[in-house]
């Protein structure tokens, strides 16, 4: 009820003048006599709230509050409601007010958004009192107004939409009597009065809120997606209240309320029903707080970047390049003042309302305009771009850098069209995506990844160096994702670009000849893959010598290669030297080394040595969990490998618990149908089998089955397999 002006009868006339005559008189001048105010007993009837739209939920700590601090005692209560525009602030003083009114012998609502509004608000409390005050200048009715708050105790002034607290202080200063319950956008300042933070409602509350606005007018209203609509509204009370009202008049669903949002958002956050006051909707109510502001422009600028990050914990380090700048710092301070942001020691939030009205564009709004809205965008995407410039995407130290950058840059891709990317929304896509594939994000990866590469050949040209890495990822991603077919078409194409725009020697080439190489051997076409292998390592050997990381690398996956082929001890050869030579050149921690000291102990298990296999391999899980942490995939690659090692050796007291860990923590990092999540699950389920734990392998064949039907077809090889098992495990016994 935010800006409300609509009120109940103020008094009952004949009460105020009886109560007028019986009052001691005295003379103001020549022409109109008034009663002493402070003499002047008020009238209970003296009645002034707002009429609401009686819907109201939620809200019973902060009505404990306001009880707490605004009880008649002879002494002044003051407090003040402050939060967003729209959050309920007038909603809750209406409510106080009515559930309270026996407590108070006199209650007045004074429209309070400036000095002058003020007085007068107090000026026709003088006049409800005593009628033969009205003649009376208005300085004068102000005078008497406060004279008799002053001079009386069992009164509630609510004051509301206070602009700050300047507004108020001479008010505060002559009445320290009675109650006064004063609403704010304006959080800060106001010293040692109490102050009650109004939040939105909880996701329930707002459900119930919009039910009973439609149910009101439309009884048979099916709302489902209303508490989608809600969540996408922000819990925020006067859009539900707004919406809910639309979808009455309209006759439409949630469902189809979110759609025209999607479509259609300026035309949406500013439809109202029929007599709703077209200056309370969400876009005006925030643009008085916005003109509030305009002495600080700089607010309304980083009001604009904000709307394109996530609305939770943005980092303030975004704007580190201007960490010396008192006029930001002063911009922050403000929008928090006037609670359009949330300000922590680190982060902010922004509520996804403010974002979503804020980046909608609206000739008629000079707040709102499109060539702003996109400089803020080009704006908001270069400071994320810089957050992340000059780290590793896959390097254990700079992970959390990622991470913080992951749900901003998710927002911003979400908030723009590819055709409007930017060089740098390339470069956030391309590196986030590869982050995500290395943490084993990988369908999110192909996403961003998508992204880039076709952004980057329209900005570019589809064989631009830079195009061609974004494709190259985009493969490794595929691959990772699960989907070999879709990973080996792009690494050929790759190649081939790369052999034809770079060169047969560029390292990026030799790269893309290794990877190509990978999507072969992982379909088992090692006649394919070896050869690509050798030439790469040799490739690698002349062109960058023997004591290069990277032919180190290439002499790791040879090995791989050759272990498949089932030629073990030349892979360990290849393997042993691989690793002298990444301890030495990367480090014994690199996530590299470490991937061949795993590669390594899988070929002595392959050749029998299983003692030291499982001494390597314990030697790697630890190294993994501390230093990619211990969901990371190439960590539960190892502790499966540990399992199988173990289920081999017969110990499958140790393999079980092992792969029962392994199979919770791959189905949350990789997802139930992975390829590595699948073989998990399969491992063991077949153990369980072997040990007679026919229950406990029943459901995880059944959900195997399923997924081998859905995916490779009933006659499948694999699925007849898996039906076997299922079979011997269902056999009675």
């Known amino acids: 009820m935010e800006g409300g002006n609509h009120f109940e009868v103020e008094a009952d006339r004949s009460t105020v003048v009886q109560a007028a005559r019986d009052a001691v008189v005295v003379q103001v001048d020549c022409a109109t006599r008034v009663p002493a105010m402070e003499t002047l007993s008020p009238p209970v009837s003296v009645r002034r709230v707002p009429v609401g739209s009686g819907v109201f939920v939620g809200r019973a700590a902060e009505l404990k509050r306001l009880d707490a601090v605004l009880t008649p005692s002879g002494r002044a209560g003051v407090a003040v409601i402050h939060g967003l525009g729209g959050v309920g602030k007038s909603t809750l003083a209406a409510r106080f007010a009515e559930r309270r009114s026996d407590r108070f012998a006199l209650v007045w609502w004074v429209a309070a958004d400036s000095p002058a509004a003020i007085g007068t608000g107090v000026a026709r409390l003088a006049v409800a009192l005593a009628p033969e005050a009205a003649p009376l200048p208005l300085e004068q009715r102000v005078e008497l107004g406060l004279r008799w708050l002053a001079s009386h105790d069992d009164w509630l ?17 002559r009445v320290r009597t009675g109650s006064i ?22 996701a329930d509350e707002a459900s119930e809120m919009l039910a009973r606005v439609v149910r009101a007018e439309w009884p048979e209203a099916r709302l489902r997606d209303g508490e989608r609509l809600c969540a996408e509204l922000g819990w925020l009370p006067l859009a539900i209240e707004q919406a809910g009202a639309y979808l009455a008049q309209t006759r439409v669903t949630p469902t189809a309320y979110l759609e025209l ?111 702003d809205i996109a400089r803020a965008r080009a704006t908001a995407t270069v400071l994320l771009s810089d957050s992340i410039t000059g780290r590793d995407p896959v390097s254990p130290e700079d992970r959390q850098v990622f991470q913080v950058a992951l749900p901003h840059t998710r927002a911003l891709l979400a908030h723009t069209r590819p055709d409007d990317d930017l060089p740098e929304t390339c470069v956030l896509a391309a590196r986030l995506g590869n982050h995500l594939s290395d943490r084993g994000d990988a369908t999110t990866a192909v996403d961003f990844l998508v992204r880039a590469a076709s952004s980057l050949s329209r900005l570019h ?88 990381p990277y032919t180190a690398l290439a002499r790791n996956n040879l090995a791989g290669a050759y ?80 399992a199988n090692t173990y289920a081999t050796t017969d110990r499958p007291e140790r393999a079980i618990p092992l792969w029962e860990a392994v199979l919770v923590d791959r189905e949350q990092v990789l997802g139930h149908d992975h390829p590595d999540t699948l073989l998990t699950r399969k491992a063991l389920a077949d153990t369980y089998l072997a040990h007679d734990h026919h229950e406990r392998a029943v459901p995880l064949y059944e959900t195997l089955l399923a997924y081998c039907e859905r995916q490779l077809g009933t006659d499948h090889r694999t699925t007849t397999a898996v039906r076997s098992s299922l079979v011997r495990a269902t056999a009675p016994r």
């Not at 700050?164 to 505060?172: F, H, K, M, N, W």
């Not at 600080?296 to 604009?304: E, M, R």
């Not at 080439?509 to 030439?535: H, K, M």
Request: some cysteine.
């Open 563 to 642: 272990r498949v082929a089932g030629d073990v001890e030349r892979a360990i050869t290849l393997y042993e030297q691989a690793l002298v030579d990444t301890e030495r050149l990367l480090g014994r921690d690199h996530p590299s080394t470490l991937t061949v000291r795993h590669n390594l102990a899988c070929s002595y298990d392959l050749r029998g040595d299983s003692d030291r296999a499982i001494a390597q391999l314990q030697a790697t899980v630890a190294d993994r969990q501390r230093v990619l942490g211990t969901d990371h995939p190439d960590t539960l690659l190892s502790l499966n490998e540990l």
């Open 181 to 202: 319950l004063i609403t704010s956008r304006h959080g800060r300042g106001w010293r040692s009065v109490p102050t009650v933070p109004l939040g939105v409602l909880a």
């Open 157 to 173: 002034l609510v004051l509301d939409d206070v602009t700050g607290p300047a507004d108020a202080v001479e008010l505060l200063e």
């Open 261 to 371: 949002l999607a479509r259609f958002p300026a035309e949406t956050y500013a439809a109202l029903a029929e007599g709703e006051d077209p200056q309370r909707t969400i876009a005006r109510v925030w643009k008085v707080t916005l003109d509030r502001l305009a002495d600080t422009p700089l607010a309304g600028q980083i009001l604009h970047v904000l709307a394109w990050y996530a609305p939770d914990s943005i980092p303030r380090a975004l704007f580190d390049r201007y960490a010396d700048d008192p006029a930001v710092l002063s911009a922050f301070g403000r929008l928090a003042a006037y609670s359009m942001i949330t300000l922590r020691e680190q982060t902010l939030d922004v509520h996804p309302l403010v974002q979503a009205v804020t980046r909608t564009p609206d000739p008629a709004d000079p707040c709102r305009q499109a060539e």
């Open 461 to 548: 040209t589809p064989e631009h160096p830079t195009t061609l890495t974004a494709q190259n990822n985009l493969a490794v991603a595929y691959q990772r994702a699960g989907d070999p077919q879709s990973a080996i078409r792009l690494f050929e194409i790759t190649l081939a670009d790369r052999e034809r725009v770079l060169g047969p020697d560029h390292p990026d080439t030799l790269a893309s000849r290794n990877n190509l190489a990978t999507g072969y051997q992982e379909i088992g076409d090692l006649e394919s893959a070896t050869p690509l292998y050798e030439r790469t390592m040799a490739d690698s050997e002349r062109l960058r010598g023997p004591d290069d």
